[in-house]
């Protein structure tokens, strides 16, 4: 049993680090027709969350769930409508969401472009994103078919990582 003491309240555990990224930095990848950068990943966090910002145009994400990660969501730009547990909700600039795991959700860009940070508690979900997607070469939204995955390989792959696409 790990005992707070007041001499270890607001102590980092060892293995963590304070850190912090510039407005432009962070791991940068084209993932399924967006612009994703993991801003904050499960290693810097010590696996307590994972931050990543979404850039995107108009599009749908498909009807899924996560099993592993709670979802949230916070809308910087775009008119976004999402579909959380059968409920449809319009959310624009500073908007906030939350999806708990295991409910079925999905958005869709109507007005883009659209900024969003997504936090994933807890972390890890990341690593489904760098499996599904590639190193982005520059800081834009990808083209066509760049980063985009064949459909069997992405069902695989997002079974792996606890995550189910519904429709």
């Known amino acids: 049993m790990n005992i707070q003491t007041s001499a270890n309240i607001g102590q980092l555990p060892p293995s963590l680090a ?3 990224l510039a ?3 962070g791991e940068r990848r084209w993932w399924l027709g967006s ?4 801003k904050a ?5 010590g696996g307590q ?3 990543i910002e979404i850039q995107e145009n108009e599009s749908e994400t498909p009807l899924h769930v996560h099993h592993r990660e ?5 809308v910087i730009e775009g008119d976004i409508q999402f579909e959380v ?3 449809t909700i319009e959310a624009g600039p500073g908007s906030f969401l939350f999806g708990p795991r295991g409910v079925p959700h999905r958005y869709k860009v109507r007005k883009g472009p659209a900024r969003m940070l997504y936090l994933f508690t807890p972390g890890g979900f990341e690593n489904l994103l760098r499996a599904t997607s590639e190193p982005a070469a520059e800081a834009r939204l990808p083209r066509e078919g760049e980063g985009v ?6 069902l695989e792959i997002v079974k792996r990582y606890g995550c189910e696409i519904l429709g």
């Open 70 to 74: 709670d979802e949230a969501f916070w």
């Open 35 to 38: 612009l994703a950068t993991i």
């Open 149 to 154: 995955p064949d459909d069997d390989k992405l």
């Open 85 to 87: 547990g059968g409920k």
């Open 41 to 45: 990943s499960s290693e810097q966090t």
């Open 23 to 25: 407005a432009d930095s």
């Open 49 to 51: 969350f994972a931050l």
């Open 18 to 20: 304070a850190f912090s």
